[in-house]
């Protein structure tokens, strides 16, 4: 089967995206982890898929799968690629589109200076909702990990987030700590690792141990969730630049009740066919 693909990034974390509306896929996870592959594949953090949506008033479906060939419900980063490509593939000429995906509508646009524009949805703080076992909705969580106990605020941004703020991320154990919070049993559905710098009240330095993913260049989720911890912590006011290993996202949030709303670049790299 000969599949037709783009290659793009937001901030680097990269994609290889699907148009699933012309094309009939019904990939296995293991073809998922084939054209994920960087040196057998296409190579890339996430594939991404549209579809057709599902319901009425709704443009398209978006659907997610990790490099390790999971299905996961949200990605911010590629939200944003998701919107260029069905421009550059002419399936829609809308700036602003609506988006189904596993965790509910997302409506990114299309600004006039090629950056887009994400509202994220409302970000939510009960431990049912994340999922995250814990007795009480507390700002700041103590979570025990190897044989340190680190100071956490656990976010859903439509997936799980767990940050905590450190004084560098150029020394941060992101490598050491991002594994074992990831896979930490009070996570049921795993977690995507924050590690956060404030460098001041509207700027921070963030790297992001991914779900299924590991570390990778920018996480627009992630950044997102860094954002509205810091906020809820108290560091932090809105509007916020954050500035990971890809590049700079800009984050915004007016509250509890209020949606998040990212803006930062889509790019498209190359475009070509794969035989699986």
Request: charged share 25%; aromatic share 6%.
């Amino acid at each position: 089967m000969k599949l037709k693909f783009s290659k793009m990034h937001g901030l680097g974390n990269d994609f290889v995206v699907l148009d699933g509306i012309r094309q009939d896929l019904a990939l296995t996870p293991e073809q998922l982890c084939y054209l994920a592959d960087r040196h057998f594949g296409v190579g890339c953090d996430q594939v991404l898929l549209v579809e057709k949506a599902g319901q009425e008033g709704i443009d398209f479906r978006y659907r997610i799968f990790n490099a390790d060939g999971g299905e996961v419900e949200q990605c911010g980063n590629g939200a944003r690629c998701f919107v260029r490509f069905v421009h550059e593939q002419g399936l829609t000429d809308k700036r602003e589109i609506r988006v189904e995906t596993m965790k509910g509508v997302i409506t990114p646009r299309l600004e006039g200076d090629g950056n887009v524009t994400v509202d994220m949805g409302v970000p939510r703080f009960l431990p049912a909702e994340i999922p995250f076992l814990a007795d009480d909705d507390v700002i700041v969580h103590m979570l025990d990990v190897a044989d340190e106990t680190l100071e956490t605020t656990v976010v859903s941004m439509g997936n799980p987030h767990a940050v905590q703020v450190v004084d560098s991320v150029d020394s941060a154990p992101v490598g050491e700590q991002g594994p074992l919070i990831e896979r930490h049993p009070r996570f049921p559905q795993r977690v995507n690792a924050g590690f956060m710098q404030i460098v001041e009240r509207h700027a921070i330095r963030l790297r992001v141990y991914e779900r299924g993913a590991g570390e990778t260049m920018a996480c627009g989720t992630g950044a997102c969730a860094a954002v509205v911890a810091g906020i809820r912590r108290g560091l932090l006011d809105s509007p916020v630049r954050v500035t990971t290993r890809g590049g700079d996202l800009n984050i915004a949030w007016g509250g509890p009740g209020r949606p998040v709303l990212m803006t930062g670049p889509a790019v498209t790299v190359f475009t070509g066919e794969i035989e699986l």
